[in-house]
T-cell receptor, first 115, second 111 residues
């Protein structure tokens, strides 16, 4: 049981390049999330998917797109990377989309630098 | 959304109890109090959550004030592995399902 896995672990892009961050979970969770964490700050939600087939914007969605490929996988795409997108990206999943019991499990993160 | 206030940093000695405070004076009746922690270079990890009553689990205890305007995360015997940033988060049952992280408390455990 690997939990939440993310690829790649590290990535360096040039301004304007595109890339897709991959996330997969093997816990049969319904809900998945993408967050970014800038240095010295807490996490901010980019997009989330409450269940397979649905996606919704979070706090900072501009410059990103997502795809809930199936129940296991949730990808994040940067179409034209900008230096402001330099950050650590975390994927998370949760069994239920409920706030009264909604433990989120996080992946190890992808460290992205945009030059 | 209701906000939380936590000290920027705290220190503790190994094997001693640690009390991490969180103020949330604008909390509403439907806000759940969640705690997560983030170890260095890792993703956040769930610690505990509660609504009104004190809660215990294998990792920690959560003490919630009677008026719910503050809460305290209690680590009963700190270990070096407990050194992390601890986030106190309020989650409204009527809002989006996101976790809204503040800046948290950096806990240093001294050997």
């Amino acid at each position: 049981n690997a939990g939440v896995t993310q690829t790649p672990k590290f990535q360096v892009l040039k301004t304007g390049q595109s890339m897709t961050l991959q996330c997969a979970q093997d816990m049969n969770h319904n809900s998945m999330y993408w967050y970014r964490q800038d240095p010295g700050m807490g996490l901010r939600l980019i997009y989330y998917s409450a269940s397979e087939g649905t996606t919704d914007k979070g706090e900072v969605p501009n410059g990103y797109n997502v795809s809930r490929l199936n129940k296991r996988e949730f990808s994040l795409r940067l179409e034209s990377a900008a230096p402001s997108q330099t950050s650590v990206y975390f994927c998370a999943s949760s069994e239920l989309d409920r706030v009264d019991y909604n433990e989120q499990f996080f992946g190890p993160g992808t460290r992205l630098t945009v030059l | 959304d209701a906000k939380t206030t936590q000290p920027n940093s705290m220190e503790s000695n190994e094997e001693e109890p640690v009390h991490l405070p969180c103020n949330h004076s604008t909390i509403s009746g439907t806000d759940y109090i969640h705690w997560y922690r983030q170890l260095p270079s890792q993703g956040p990890e769930y610690v505990i959550h509660g609504l009104t009553s004190n809660v215990n689990n294998r990792m920690a205890s959560l003490a919630i004030a009677e008026d719910r305007k503050s809460s305290t995360l209690i680590l009963h015997r700190a270990t070096l592995r407990d050194a992390a940033v601890y986030y106190c988060i309020l989650r409204d049952s009527g809002s989006a399902r996101q976790l809204t992280f503040g800046s948290g408390t950096q806990l240093t455990v001294l050997p």
